[in-house]
């Protein structure tokens, strides 16, 4: 079975707006000044926690606070998690060609499964994936190894190739010894993408099946 496995905030989603929604309504209940949306995209990709770190930082708040604040953020996200958010061009083309091609596919993401599972249905595109790992199904998130893994053994593949926007993901990659492949458009933290170990990189998604599938050619 072949399989490719995508991240999803700043891969298949640009779920920033709604994120920086969400972060500033739980500033605003503290009675505290909101973010812009550069600096929360700048703060996504490790998972709800470190989101919440990071803000606590910016604005100078106690560290201690942080449990409460991912609780009220997550109320504020998961009841509204897709209204400011979009697909990026071209992904549901591309879903449709791997899944025409025969590909099996999955969903490995640092957004708690919930909201991750919710987006994917809101988006109608949830039918697309045989498994959905997010930040909170194991006990681990990326760039640990296990819920990548996860995912592949899911979808019953003895290799996948991942496609992701990050530093976490290109980490997680290279910890399963998958083939990474780089979306330049997500959340990405470096100034050079050069910077990012990965096998392929794309800024539109009608080139990623041919990169796909150069990419897996080369694990046989």
Known sequence: MKA???????????????IHAAV??????????????DTIRAFIGDGVQVLMERVIEARGLDAGQRD?????FLG????????LTTLYPGVEDALEQFRDEG???GVCTNKPEAPSRAILKTFGIDGFFGAVVG????EVKKPDPKPLLAVRDQLQAKQAVF??????????????????ALFTEGYHRSEDVDDIPQDARFSDYD????????????LR
């Open 24 to 37: 500033n309504r739980t500033l605003a209940g503290m009675g505290r000044e909101a973010l812009d949306l």
């Open 163 to 180: 496609v992701g926007d990050s530093e976490i993901d290109a980490a997680t990659a290279l910890a399963t010894g998958m083939r990474f």
């Open 207 to 218: 080139v990623l099946v041919a990169i796909v599938a150069r990419l897996a050619d080369e």
């Open 76 to 83: 504020h996200y998961e009841a509204d998690p897709a209204t």
């Open 135 to 138: 930040g909170d199904t194991l």
């Open 68 to 72: 409460a604040m991912v609780e009220t």
């Open 103 to 105: 590909w099996a596919m």
């Open 4 to 18: 490719i496995i995508f991240d999803l905030d700043g891969t298949l989603i640009d779920s920033a707006p709604d």
